[in-house]
């Protein structure tokens, strides 16, 4: 009954599809690759030193939730960087040019990508409870421990995120 | 209108269930776009594990007259090659909790392994140049290993001079046991190791290998016949 740490390739095979789709529906079609990457290769550096038995797929989803922070906050940054009327050349070499070519192979239907864009613009606990309920299919308790913080605080992210959603998609 | 209520509450969670591929109220439904590119996002990823030498174990299948083998190789050198008919998950596991659990499928850095063997194979190749990694193999049977790396292609030795050779004249069924447990067989060519008295032996991988490497490598000569 040794609870072994699975040959990574394993664990790899195993946690793709739902670490996909949880960058997928965080950070948009585009941009999952890289973070999908970063996932793996960060959860392949520290995985010698992982408990056995651990919950593998909350851990590898916890790794993959701060990429996708990163990410949001990159944005974030760039926003900012593009509101700054002193840097206009910024602005137009970061002109979404190159974002509307990533939107256009997107091959997510339109209303969910509204969807998606709604939850990327949630508050970053709310939008990791969404998405580790929905798309990970996770417990609340899962959910809790991906993200560090008590069962009852994850249902709340879950309720309010769920009602700020509401509100844009039954527009 | 507590029923519209209800109605609202499921709409959203409905439509990120279905967003996200998990359509059904729940019931996970496979959606094939997503684990397609999940599935070309890790090949992508195990390239990049191989080329930046992120992983501790590397391994690769190749297509050989016996069928698909598995080989697996450290930084050292080759550590392990399977036959088709061993469970791979239990040979991946062995090496997890031998060497390292950083074990990523990744062709390339078997290249070079994969291009000796299939030389072999072809008849093109007389001895294996790839550095092994012996580390899955203890001391006394690395002797007898040793020893039977050292009977050039097309010759054979028996049981009782590998174990002399090995420092232990006494000592041919331990002998016999270390060649039956070669992690690396047909590379470290264990096949090369009769009987006494000429009869074939065992063989991890089968007599019938056994003799069909021999036969290969012109120690034996070719079965003329077929049996019935």
């Known amino acids: ?171 | 209108m507590s029923r519209q209520t209800t109605r609202k509450r499921e709409s959203i969670e409905v439509a990120l269930r279905r967003a996200s591929g998990n359509a059904n109220g729940g019931a996970r439904v496979t959606s094939a776009r997503a684990a397609g590119d999940a599935a070309d996002a890790a090949r992508r990823l195990s390239g990049r594990i191989a080329t930046e030498g992120l992983a501790d174990v590397n391994y690769a299948s190749l297509d050989s007259p016996f069928g698909k083998l598995t080989v697996a190789a450290t930084e050292r050198g080759l550590v392990r090659l399977a036959f088709p008919e061993e469970d791979l998950d239990a040979v991946l596991e062995r090496l997890a909790a031998r060497i390292s659990p950083r074990i990523v499928e990744a062709p390339a850095p078997l290249d070079s392994i994969r291009g000796e063997l299939e030389e072999y194979f072809a008849g093109r190749r007389r001895h294996f140049e790839l550095p092994l990694d012996w580390t899955l193999v203890g001391p006394f049977s690395q002797r007898v290993l040793r020893a039977a790396s050292a009977i050039p292609y097309g010759g054979v030795l028996s049981y009782t001079q590998v174990a002399a050779e090995a420092g232990s004249p006494r000592g041919s069924r331990a002998a016999g046991n270390a060649l039956g447990s070669n992690p690396i067989p047909i590379v470290v060519p264990c096949h090369r190791v009769l009987r006494s008295g000429g009869a074939l032996g065992g063989y991890a991988g089968g007599p019938e290998r056994k003799r069909r490497l021999l036969e290969l490598e012109g120690a034996l000569a070719p079965a003329s016949t077929l049996p019935g």
Request: hydrophobic content about 40%; charged content about 30%; glycine content about 4%.
């Open chain 1, 1 to 171: 009954m040794s609870a072994r740490l699975p040959p990574f390739q394993r664990f790899l095979d195993e946690q793709r599809e739902v670490v996909w789709r949880v960058l997928v529906s965080s950070v948009g079609q585009s941009d999952a690759e890289d973070c999908f990457q970063e996932t793996f290769i960060a959860a392949l550096r520290a995985y010698p030193e992982l408990r056995p038995g651990s919950n593998l797929r909350a851990w590898v989803l916890t790794i993959a939730q701060r990429k996708a922070i990163d990410v949001h906050r990159a944005r974030a940054r760039r926003a900012l960087a593009l509101a700054d009327p002193s840097d206009v050349e910024a602005s137009e070499r970061a002109s979404p040019r190159g974002d509307a070519t990533a939107e256009a192979s997107d091959r997510v239907p339109a209303h969910d990508e509204t969807l998606w864009a709604a939850v990327g613009e949630l508050p970053e606990r709310q939008r990791s409870a969404v998405v580790l309920r929905f798309v990970a299919d996770m417990r609340h308790r899962e959910i809790a421990e991906s993200i560090g913080c008590s069962e009852e605080a994850a249902r709340s992210s879950l309720r309010e995120g769920l009602n700020k959603l509401r509100k844009v998609v039954e527009v």
